[in-house]
């Protein structure tokens, strides 16, 4: 028997959404018809920043409420036309009081340029504008202050998200509050929220990996962090939940380009994040830069205003990636014109554009108005719900940033607690009884482009958008793996090989005298479409440097530090011991020397699959019908699992239970399992909860994650953990995003248990 759930919160967010548009224009209403147009409203005392955005915008000039829809570059107002924060006034007064820009965006500097530049930008805003309106100012702080010369650089997501720690994801995400506020910038672009299934595409290291429950509990924790933040008053940070939606599932791999997947798949898969993200009440939403089912994102009323706004009920801003109108015509050949362009965007439902470098929008905009094809009733929908945001976070009362916390940017504790993150992450993918290693090994060979750099580690995003390469505007005490490693065997003989890649005789000669080897390989930090590639293989150099040093016989480490899994499969037998790091920030050449040694138990576990071949991925909830195909030939699947991590401790799980082995519609189940640790040594352990669905109307996945916990297990004790079991973690969408509950039996997985029951409508 068939199902379809009630979804009460969609007709609650549409009932919302609806109800919010009557008071919008009924104030509006209301003011023109009780005080007429020479009025002026002091929306300055209102408490409600619903009602001071209305009563601001009915004071705007059509002129006013289109600049407010336009971000514009930093590096357009600056001196040298480059990010540095060097404002050019005659620059800066032409974006705010000729073209009446509102928003702007990007930068990179000190923390006390940062105040300086931005006290200068606000002081012209207020003081030479009519409306004396304050600047909203966005940041890429993707994995800390990453813009912030002193900030606190953070592993990146992907490498987070193997911690499956949402408490620790809330503390980064407070780190980043804290380093980002106080200078100004209170509008952040991240989380990402888009769902890793394709190991190609170059924006993966930025995703929490591939499974949306993951997704969807990382990006929750780090939005409400980022909006809740007490440390931060009287300022307020917004999130943005980027990039709705499909993004990260390209067909050819490629950054901004096509995806297609089937409607069911995308509400199973790429939706749930981000209701999540609607849920946890993030203020603004940006959009997925390539087209989706042969639309693209930003001028799709389909995606944006039928399933974001309508379906979804999302009712904040709104904003795309940078120049991405632009793009419509040049990328997607979606429209003609950029003019054509622009009235399709605003029609979907844009809030802001993104133009950066360019006043076209803002002409375009003009002209569109005075054609009648865009109604200034449709352009008030969207300023009022950038001033209510304004108001939201604070900007009216506390528009210049502030100097007397700048002792916590950069921290002591900050990167304290960025290195127990990157502790707390990395991932011990296999042992073959050499780690953790001996204090007492005398000769300990380092090798590979990673070894010894900080760039490698901190990954892209830090300082700059690819990452800063110049070693020397690190910070000093950053230790890289090579650095912390010599620490960490302080009376063994530590020898690093530069350049072993191309420098292989050396290489050689050092590994045969070695009585240990740690080689690191991956690849180069990359932003975006800059990471593009045709082949998940290693780099050849790394491949010719692993064979070299294993020639020597001795056991190897590799330590992978890289934005996505490259394919290590025909290597991976030359080494006894593979460390997944990831881009673990400034605290991973620390974190990755203690799992070697052993004064730290890594605890990590894969949050994706580690593909075994560069031409078959595949996440792990696989449908039926693909795994029936990989058992039957006997394929591969993977080369590591998602949830795969080992531990220098062993632990076992038994005595898995259900409250009953039948359950009904309106019932909760409750499910127990004991995890025992049998060593003399305490380690961390992840629980994972999957359900099978044994039978469907749509094939199902073999299974899927709807649980997670992490816990302390002392040395030689058991811990219980429990799950609820409810008809939500059962349903799953349709084509059209209804949730269907069919009767039938389901399989209950953790560890090496797993227990059936029985759902009965």
């Known amino acids: 028997m068939r199902q379809i759930v009630p979804n009460i919160l969609k007709m609650k967010n549409k009932i919302l959404l609806i109800t919010n548009v009557i008071i919008v224009w009924g104030f509006l209403t209301s003011f023109e018809t009780k005080f007429g147009q020479t009025t002026t409203p002091s929306y300055q005392n209102e408490n409600s920043p619903s009602k001071r955005a209305l009563q601001l915008l009915r004071k705007m000039s059509l002129e006013q409420k289109i600049g407010q829809m336009t ?15 060097h404002i050019s006034p005659d620059k800066f007064r032409e974006a705010i009081v000729k073209w009446q820009v509102g928003s702007f965006l990007s930068g990179t500097g000190s923390a006390e340029q940062w105040i300086d ?12 504008t009519e409306l004396k309106i304050p600047l909203l100012i966005g940041i890429d702080h993707v994995h800390g202050a990453n813009y912030v010369d002193e900030g606190t650089i953070l592993p990146h997501n992907l490498t987070l998200s193997c911690s499956f720690d949402t408490a620790l994801a809330a503390r980064l995400a407070e780190i980043t509050a804290i380093e980002t506020a106080d200078l100004g910038l209170q509008w952040n672009f991240t989380p990402v929220l888009d769902v890793g299934k394709n190991p190609y595409w170059p924006r993966f290291y930025e995703t929490f990996g591939e499974d949306p429950l993951v997704c969807a509990e990382m990006g929750a924790s780090i939005i409400r962090a980022y909006q809740n933040s007490s440390s931060i008053e009287p300022y307020r940070l917004a999130a943005c939940a980027k990039h709705f939606i499909g993004y990260s599932d390209p067909r050819n791999g490629f950054d901004r380009s096509s995806s297609e997947i089937p409607e069911q798949i995308l509400y199973e898969i790429f939706v749930p994040p981000f209701q999540k993200a609607f849920q946890s009440g993030v203020k603004t939403v940006m959009i997925n830069s390539g087209d989706l089912n042969g639309e693209p994102l930003h ?6 205003y039928d399933l974001l706004r ?35 965007s605003i029609q979907a439902g844009v809030d802001m554009y993104m133009a950066c470098n360019s006043y076209d929008f803002i002409s375009t905009m003009l002209e569109l108005v005075k054609e009648g094809k ?11 719900r950038i001033l209510k945001l304004k108001y939201e976070l604070g900007l009216f009362e506390n528009p210049y940033p502030r100097k007397d916390r700048l002792m916590r940017i950069g921290s002591v504790a900050h990167k304290q607690i960025a290195t127990d993150a990157a502790r707390e992450s990395i991932v011990l993918l296999k042992n073959e009884n050499l780690l953790p290693l001996s204090t007492k090994t005398k000769n300990i060979l380092v090798a590979g ?10 990954g892209a995003w830090t300082y700059e958008w690819m990452g800063q390469p110049d070693e020397s505007k690190h910070p000093k005490e950053m230790e890289t793996i090579l650095e912390a490693l010599q620490k960490e065997f302080p009376n063994s003989k530590v020898e690093y090989v530069p350049n072993a890649e191309i420098n292989l005789k050396l290489l050689e000669q050092k590994s045969r005298a070695s009585d240990v080897i740690i080689l690191t390989v991956g690849e180069k930090p990359y932003s975006e479409f800059k990471g593009n590639i045709n082949n998940l293989l290693l780099d ?3 491949q010719t440097m692993i064979e070299t040093a294993a020639k020597a016989g001795k056991p190897i480490v590799l330590v992978l530090v890289e934005g996505r899994p490259r394919i290590i499969s025909h290597l991976s037998s030359k080494a006894k011991a593979i460390l997944f790091a990831g881009h673990p920030g400034f605290g991973g050449g620390r974190a990755i020397a203690e799992i070697i040694r052993g004064s730290v138990n890594p605890s990590g576990k894969l949050s994706f699959s580690y593909p075994c071949d560069v031409h078959s991925y595949e996440p792990y909830y696989r449908k039926f019908s693909s795994n ?7 394929l591969c699947s993977e080369e590591f699992p998602f949830g795969h991590g080992l531990s220098y401790a062993t632990f076992q799980y038994e005595n898995l239970t259900i409250s009953d082995t039948v359950m009904f519609s309106s019932d909760t189940l409750i499910a127990s399992v004991t995890v025992r640790n049998l060593s003399d040594r305490d380690g961390k352990e992840t629980v994972l909860w999957y359900i099978q669905d044994e039978v469907g109307s749509i094939v199902r996945p073999i299974k899927m994650l709807k649980g997670f916990e992490k816990r302390l297990i002392r040395a030689s004790s058991a811990q219980v953990f429990h799950f609820q079991i409810t008809a939500k973690e059962l349903s799953f969408p349709d084509e059209k995003g209804r949730h269907l509950l069919e009767e039938g039996y389901f399989t209950l997985m953790v560890g090496n248990q797993k227990i059936r029951f029985k759902l009965l409508q």
């Not at 865009?374 to 009022?384: A, G, K, P, Q």
């Open 449 to 458: 482009k990673a070894a010894n750099s900080k760039h490698y580690l901190a």
């Open 299 to 304: 001028s799709s009323k389909r995606y944006l």
């Open 71 to 85: 971000q514009i570059c930093f590096s357009t107002i600056t001196l040298d036309g480059t990010k540095t924060l």
């Open 628 to 634: 029936y195909w990989r058992q039957y030939t006997k």
């Open 540 to 542: 050849s150099q790394e």
């Open 374 to 384: 865009i109604s200034e009733d449709r352009i008030n929908r969207s300023v009022y």
């Open 310 to 344: 309508n379906q979804l009920g999302f009712d904040g801003v709104v904003v795309t990636d940078i120049k991405d109108i632009q793009k419509i015509v040049e990328m997607h050949a979606g429209a003609a014109t950029f003019k054509e362009a622009v009235l399709m």
């Open 117 to 128: 530049f931005l006290t200068e930008v606000q002081r012209i805003a207020l003081e030479e």
